[in-house]
């Protein structure tokens, strides 16, 4: 464990922010329960080790989760082939598993898990470089596919005055870049170029119970000097209505087929009071959040964590008198959405736009 600082963004917007650093020794994570107080990463030298910090939240975010278990897949195989090389592929299964179990709902967790196992299946000698060149590659795909979605998001969203988003969906929660504050970065990126006359202001909400708006997003604009409000969850509604609202902008933890999406508990609301309030609401994903298997939101399982994390710290250990319904993810359906961003284009949330999106 040691303190590493993150270099400053603000003069350039170059999104130098990383969840994740892969050295000899392992896989560094950027312990996001720290900040925005410390700025301390954590080494990872096992597959168990990666697992357990998506578990716990050291790193969050679909398509971090996602990367991260890339590399703990490169960790696994640094280990069995060292120890048995004739049985390695057999002996990974386990890490692989224990991957899988580390959070239920992010889809790209699993799609990054079968891309490592269909690269595992073409290898013959020692796995570890092909393993980690394909991390590598997922791990630079993602930043690529974050700009491109921000690029497209700009171009929807041309002229507004507000925005709104929820949760943190920036260069932490992503390889890089981020999905729908990659979109807010852009377009502050044309502003500051002069390519863009919108310059709207930025309003976060707080995203209890972990408070990745208050601690994350808002942690992350202020690095890059975009102006940035902060609110409670439950101050949404009221300031969609007062009109400073034109646009939300919500990430996704898991797209089912039809075009609905899961994402951070809260986003369902936000959805139904913009369209009430004739709000748009937008959804930025990469298409590896796209579950083709699932053919709708009723299907996608929601993660419920301790109810101690919503508790405050008096009613601890009187759980039968003073219990708590935490679930993490909440669904909200197509019918909600404006649009879906992904890197291959904007759709309309349907199956059969969705479909276009299929490499």
Not at 33 to 59: K, S
Not at 174 to 193: D, F
Request: a negative charge; charged letters at 25%.
């Amino acid at each position: 464990m040691h303190d590493s600082p993150i270099p400053n963004i603000a003069a350039d917007l170059a999104d130098r922010v990383r969840p994740l650093r892969w050295t000899d020794a392992g896989l560094e994570v950027l312990d996001q329960r720290r900040l925005p107080d410390r700025t301390e990463y954590r080494l990872c030298a096992a597959a168990d080790e990666v697992a357990e910090a998506i578990r716990t939240m050291q790193v969050r975010g679909a398509p971090a989760i996602g990367i991260a278990a890339a590399f703990g897949v490169v960790l696994a195989a640094r280990r069995w082939f060292r120890e048995n090389p004739e049985r390695w592929k057999r002996l990974i299964e386990a890490d692989l598993e224990t991957l899988a179990r580390s959070r239920p709902t992010a889809v790209n967790l699993f799609w990054a898990l079968e891309r490592m196992r269909r690269r595992i299946a073409d290898l013959e000698y020692v796995p570890e470089p092909a393993l980690l060149a394909e991390a590598r590659a997922i791990h630079a795909e993602d930043i690529a596919a974050n700009r491109k979605m921000g690029e497209l998001g700009a171009d929807l969203i041309g002229q507004a005055n507000g925005i709104l988003t929820h949760c943190n969906t920036g260069s932490l929660a992503t390889g890089g870049y981020g999905t729908a504050l990659g979109v807010i970065r852009s377009i502050w990126q044309r502003a500051l170029a002069g390519s863009g006359d919108a310059r709207p202001h930025i309003f976060a909400t707080e995203t209890r119970p972990w408070l990745q708006g208050a601690r994350l997003t808002l942690w992350e604009l202020v690095q890059d000097r975009i102006p940035a409000t902060l609110i409670c969850d439950s101050a949404a509604a009221f300031l969609m209505q007062q009109g400073r609202i034109q646009w939300v902008i919500a990430g996704a933890d898991r797209i089912a087929a039809n075009g609905d999406t899961a994402n951070k508990i809260g986003t369902y609301n936000l959805a139904v009071a913009a369209r009430q309030l004739e709000v748009g609401f937008m959804v930025a994903a990469p298409t590896s959040t796209i579950d083709w298997e699932l053919p709708a939101g009723d299907r996608i399982p929601i993660e419920e964590r301790d109810a101690g994390e919503l508790l405050p710290e008096y009613y601890r250990g009187k759980e039968r008198l003073a219990g708590a319904w935490n679930p993490v993810f909440d669904v909200t359906p197509k019918e909600l959405i404006s649009a879906i961003v992904t890197e291959r284009g904007i759709v309309h949330p349907d199956q059969e736009s969705l479909d276009k999106l299929r490499a």
